[in-house]
Every structure is written in C-alpha cells, then in structure tokens.
C-alpha cells in the first residue's frame, strides 16, 4: 500500500531538534510492514538543515513562503507560534494552500492508495479536499484539541467542517478517549456510530534505543525530570514551584530537577528558578535527542508530567514520555490533563494527580520519596508490563489495522 503522510511536525534529520514521535510511528510501521510505501509531506521551514534519505520513507518537503527566512508557523508547534506573533496568521493561508496543491501532485504523482493525515487543520481539512478530488480515502489523527480549536478559530463555519470532514475520513484516531469524546460532542449520538474512532496512543521506539544507563550512585539524592516542549499547557511552573516546596519540607534531601526541552517559557522558568533561589536544585539542559532522553528516564527516580489546560483551550492528548517513562522503569507522576489516567493505575504503576497545584504535587513527591523501595519496586515493575503494550511491535499492528479499517 502506498502511504501519504501529511503533518507539520518531522524531523528533516538525527540533528533536527522537533519531536519525533510521528517519525517513530512511521519507522515501526515499515519495520514490521515493509510492503507499506510511506511518503511523508512536511512543509519546510527556516531551518538549514539537509533533508535524510533512507530505505525506511521518502520525505518530501514544499515550500509555503518566499523568502524561506519567513516560513516560522511550524516551528515549535503552529499554536505556539500563533500565541507568540499575531502577525504568523498572515502564513496560514499560504500553508493552507501550498499543503493542498503539495499534496494533490503527491497523489497524482505516486498514485497514492490512502491518505493519512496528522492533526485537524490543515493536514486533515486538505486531506479531505484532495480525497474528494482524486477519490482516495484518508485517516486522521488528533492530537489534542486541534480539533475543538477549529470552531474557535473559525467562527460560524467551524462547526460544519469539523463535522464534514469527520463523517468523510475512513476513520479517525486519538491518543485517549477523552480527545475522541471532544469529537463526538460535534455529532448526535446515532450519527457518532457512523463515525469509525480508535483509541491508540502514539507508540515508542524500542527496538532502536540502547541507551546507555549509568544509576546516580548517591541514594540520598531524589532526581526528577521533566521531558517535552517548554510550552504554557506543560505546567512546567507549577513544577518548580512545587520543588520549592518539597524542599521546605525536606531540607535535608538532595532534590534534583531537570528540565529537558525547550521552547518560549524558558525565560518564565529561569526567573521562577531564580525567585525560589532553586540554581543549584533546578537544571535546564536544553533539546535531548531520542538516546539521550532514554538514558535520563533511565536514571531518574520520578518522571513529573504535569500538564495543564492553556487559557486558550490548549490540552494533552497523551504524552508520549509518560508511555516511554514507564517503559524505563521511571516513577511516573501525571496531572489528569494529561489523560494518563486512561493507561495508568493510581499508586499501582504510576501515580495521578487530580486537583493539580504546587502544593499537591509537592505532597504526591513527599509520599513517593517516603514509600518503601519494595513499593516502588513492584511499582516500576508494573509501569514496564503495562507500557509493553505500546511498543514498536504492538503499536505498530494497531496503527496498521487502524490504516486498513477500508
């Protein structure tokens, strides 16, 4: 089956800092399906950086903007973008536009039996204009709320394309329930039986990694980490402001925080680390590649994901650093906006937090950091059983079914 893989997120290269999580999707797909032909469409962007060729895809880039200085709207994420510079709407029809008729030549071109796009808008909207154009079917993916924030943005219509486009896909994923039942909200109950949804969290890579692992030899030493976009719904400050608390509390524990990420709260999160006096508890380290993330989830103690709903609506769907965190071996710690509590038992494999606050959070590291090592080893024993549900062989035969729903 040849394959078109439409997003905006894909890393040109290994040294290309943007997550890679649809890349990994795509590599455990041909790898245990080598009959799939998978092109992946991908606008370009400002960045310098070659395009790699391998025997696993093609990745085809197309340009949206002149000069290529400007093409930014994809760079760290396109709500982000937006967020940061009003003046980023102005890209959006040229991305629109340039992504469909990119798009259109693809499927001509290669004769392209499936469509598969990732994310609302643009990528499933056009996917369904060129359906329709050369009578090829398409699937989607959604996120987060990239689906909810299409009635947002786009008043009176909003409504009628999201409905339109959802009865005309094959079928439709997301990474938890709760992101499927943002959809059905948009259809009566009958009409929603019409509507073919599967719930599949984004998978890991796990046949790839060999990190190597080296433990803190210091056991008084409590390390916890944080992974993922320096972004407002990441609730990255209620983090830090929890460790402040965590030390009043335990004055005598060695705490360690590391921020592994990047993105436009960086400088939020360096003057909490200076209000709080956390320089030498609290670490920002910058974009890890894939090795290097799994060698700290590795090492750490607790994997703190906790997450927030934005002002604007912003939500998670399921980080994929909670799956890979509990692949490792980590102590994960997740808000329920995260969506975490639809793979993780509360206190048997992982921990949730309902009502999310500094205070709470502080609470939850307290408890954890008191637990006995038994405890927390049938803990991380479980996290690794429920997590092998999602590696690259078995999300992989979901993925795969899900693309042969037809």
């Not at 439409?6 to 649809?22: A, H």
């Not at 290097?292 to 934005?310: A, F, G, N, Q, W």
Request: proline share 4%; aromatic share 10%.
């Amino acid at each position: 089956m040849k394959i078109a893989i439409l997003t905006t997120t894909f890393p040109k290269n290994k040294n290309d800092k943007v997550p890679k999580f649809i890349e990994t999707q795509v590599i455990n797909l041909k790898k245990n399906y080598p009959n799939l032909e998978i092109y992946v469409l991908c606008p370009d962007n400002n960045k310098n950086l070659d395009i790699e060729v391998n025997k696993l895809y093609t990745q085809i880039r197309f340009q949206y903007f002149y000069p290529k200085l400007f093409q930014t709207l994809t760079n760290n994420g396109i709500m982000n973008q937006l967020k940061n510079n009003v003046l980023n709407y102005f890209l959006i029809p040229f991305l629109f536009v340039s992504q469909m008729v990119s798009l259109f030549k693809l499927v001509k071109k290669e004769n392209i039996e499936l469509i598969y796009a990732h994310w609302f808008f643009p990528q499933a909207v056009n996917a369904y204009i060129v359906s329709k154009l050369c009578n090829v079917p398409f699937v989607f993916t959604t996120h987060s709320s990239d689906v909810t924030i299409v009635e947002k943005k786009i008043p009176f219509f909003g409504k009628n394309i999201i409905r339109k486009v959802c009865k005309n896909a094959i079928a439709i994923s997301a990474p938890s329930k709760k992101i499927i039942d943002l959809i059905a909200r948009y259809f009566s109950e009958e009409e929603f039986k019409n509507v073919k949804t599967y719930v599949i969290p984004m998978g890991i890579n796990t046949e790839n990694i060999k990190p190597k692992i080296i433990k803190d030899q210091d056991e008084e030493k409590l390390n916890i980490l944080f992974v993922g976009r320096f972004s407002e719904k990441k609730g990255v400050e209620i983090l830090i402001e929890s460790i402040y608390n965590v030390k009043q509390k335990l004055p005598e524990k060695k705490i360690k925080l590391v921020l592994a990420g990047d993105g436009d709260q960086k400088k939020i999160y360096e003057k909490l680390i200076k209000k709080y006096n956390l320089d030498l508890t609290v670490e920002i380290i910058g974009f890890v590649d894939e090795v290097r993330k799994y060698e700290l989830l590795y090492r750490t103690d607790l994997l703190v994901v906790p997450s927030i709903e934005s002002k604007d609506g912003d939500i998670e769907g399921l980080p994929v650093v909670i799956l890979e965190g509990l692949y490792c071996k980590a102590i994960v710690v997740a808000s329920q906006y995260t969506n975490a509590q639809e793979v993780i038992k509360d206190s048997e494999d992982g921990f949730i937090i309902k009502e999310l606050n500094s205070t709470s959070l502080a609470e939850k590291i307290i408890h954890i950091n008191n637990l006995d090592e038994k405890v927390l080893n049938k803990i991380k024993l479980n996290a690794f059983n429920k997590a092998r549900k999602y590696d690259s062989v078995n999300n992989a035969k979901e993925f795969f079914e899900f693309l042969n729903v037809s």
